[in-house]
């Protein structure tokens, strides 16, 4: 039998005005805080444990998201790159077809 058995037990044996009474419900109470801060303390600690967890895992986030945007920023200018090497390509065969056309409709 437990601690706490004994002194549920003896408040059941005895009545509210009784000096064993008042010593084992005031030892009940003590016991039922320190089981309250052994729970309070381990829920602090999970706590702790979870906090650190979100912690990395926002630290790896924030790296991945760093990492898209220096992506990101390289693929634009890249786009840019081409899209001006494409534009100056089609304006060069709209300049060659143009020199066809003229070709083929001067020598008639």
């Known amino acids: ?14 009545g509210l ?15 039922m805080a320190q089981e309250h801060l052994a729970l ?7 706590l702790y444990e979870v906090l650190a967890e979100m912690s990395s895992g926002i630290v790896a986030f924030r790296q991945v998201v760093d990492r898209a945007a ?6 634009a200018r890249l786009l840019v790159r081409w899209t001006k090497v494409l534009s100056f390509v089609t304006v060069g065969l709209v300049i060659a077809t143009g020199v066809l056309v003229y070709a083929t409709f001067k020598g008639r």
Do not use: C
Not at 17 to 31: F, M, N, P, R, V
């Open 40 to 46: 309070l303390q381990k829920t602090r600690e999970n």
């Open 17 to 31: 005005g009784d000096s064993q009474y008042k010593t084992a419900q005031a030892e009940l109470d003590i016991l």
């Open 1 to 14: 039998m437990t601690r706490k058995e004994e002194l549920l037990a003896i408040l059941g044996k005895y």
């Open 70 to 75: 220096t992506d990101g920023d390289k693929t």
